[in-house]
């Protein structure tokens, strides 16, 4: 009788540590919801879930493929200049050379697969730290986005050689950035599509679990005969890939290709991403994390910003959100096996 009166307080205590851990990150969000519907009833209405939706669309995308890399055991840091390459490429393929629009998106959606399958090699095949590789990539990236367009950039109307360009940006091509279908903007049904398919591959097909295994024990996985290089490959493939959807959405958008517009697309991603972890309790990269950590984040600046909170303090309050879902997810104080 004794030991049942000492354990019950233990019991609550480390009840609610569960709760919290697995929770937390969506009681939070409810609360903050709720808390900006009532400040500012413009939040609250389907025009301006639709905004919240469209301004994460293009990060929830990248993050998803971060996440693949992630699961894979890699760590994938040239994703935000891939998004600048994709865009320099789609609009130099317009521009440039007047191809048309589908031309353009096949062209971007090589450039990041290919990045990536440097990526991948890198790391593979070089021995590369994946770390170290993808940073390194990250600067090559960049540089060849300059070298593309000698650091100018590219819009209808732009010259080339002191002469006018002889094409410009396909319609169609910018219907994938602005365009609205059935109501809802095009690159929020293309972020839902891109979303299901990271969550059925990492959870309902053999080579989605197989990436998990790699990621979770590289050893185990290459003597159970798992082929650990090529699915480490085919992870980073996989995430060059989701960012230049990245790109050719942001470039339909954006109507022209600028050089630096993937640059803050690196940290928002890896924001998302690792956010997620604490979605549920998972302590993991997974595919609804993701894109619950990426409007998270579209919701808190969304609502501070009909605030008139200052545009400054935004980076600010990404860096705190980070950081308390981090603590949430790693911290021994919210892992209840452990103080057990």
Same mark, same amino acid.
Not at 42 to 67: D, K, M, P, Y
Not at 319 to 324: A, H, I, K, Q
């Given at each position: 009788?004794? &030991?049942?009166?000492? !354990? ?14 697995? %929770? ?12 900006? *519907? ?5 939040? $609250? ?7 919240? @939706?469209?301004?994460? /669309?293009?990060?929830?995308?990248? $993050? ?11 760590? !994938?840091?040239?994703?935000? +200049?891939? #998004? ?10 317009? #521009?440039?050379? &007047? @191809? ?9 959606? /090589?450039?990041? /697969? ?15 730290? !994946? ?13 060849? +986005? ?6 100018? *950039? ?10 006018? /360009? ?17 109501? #809802?903007?095009?690159?929020? @049904? ?33 003597? $159970? ?10 992870? %980073?493939?996989? *995430?060059?890939?989701? &960012? ?5 959405? @942001? ?6 290709? !600028? ?18 972890? +604490? ?32 545009? %400054? ?28």
């Amino acid at each position: 009788m004794t &030991a049942t009166t000492l !354990d019950a307080p233990q019991t609550t205590a480390s009840r609610a540590r569960e709760a919290v851990y697995r %929770y937390g990150l969506l009681v939070l969000l409810l609360a903050l919801v709720l808390w900006f *519907s009532a400040a500012t009833p413009q939040f $609250a209405t389907v025009r301006n879930l639709l905004v919240v @939706l469209q301004s994460v /669309a293009i990060v929830c995308v990248v $993050a998803l493929g971060v996440t693949v890399s992630l699961v894979a055991g890699g760590f !994938d840091l040239s994703v935000g +200049a891939t #998004v600048g390459l994709t865009v320099m490429v789609t609009a130099a393929t317009q #521009v440039y050379w &007047a @191809l048309p629009g589908w031309v353009a998106v096949l062209a971007g959606l /090589a450039t990041g /697969a290919a990045v990536g399958l440097v990526n991948g090699l890198l790391v593979v095949l070089g021995r590369v730290p !994946d770390l170290l590789a993808t940073l390194g990539t990250m600067f090559v990236v960049q540089g060849l +986005a300059l070298v593309l367009t000698s650091g100018q *950039s590219v819009s209808s109307g732009s010259t080339v050689g002191g002469e006018p /360009a002889p094409g410009a940006f396909d319609p169609a091509f910018l219907w994938l950035g602005r365009g609205v279908l059935l109501g #809802v903007p095009v690159p929020v @049904l293309v972020t839902a599509a891109v979303a299901v398919l990271v969550a059925v591959l990492l959870t309902r097909t053999r080579q989605g679990r197989l990436l998990e295994a790699v990621g979770g024990n590289p050893v185990a996985a290459r003597l $159970a005969g798992v082929h650990v290089g090529r699915l480490r490959v085919l992870a %980073y493939v996989l *995430s060059g890939t989701l &960012a230049s959807v990245g790109g050719i959405l @942001l470039a339909g958008r954006l109507g022209r290709g !600028d050089v630096g517009a993937g640059a803050p697309y690196l940290l928002e991603t890896v924001a998302a991403a690792l956010i997620g972890f +604490a979605v549920l309790g998972a302590n993991r990269p997974h595919a609804l994390g993701t894109v619950v950590g990426a409007l998270f984040v579209g919701v808190v600046i969304n609502g501070l910003t009909m605030q008139n909170a200052p545009y %400054y303090t935004q980076d600010l309050i990404k860096g705190v959100l980070l950081v308390g879902a981090l603590v949430l997810s790693f911290s021994a104080l919210f892992r209840r096996k452990e103080l057990l």
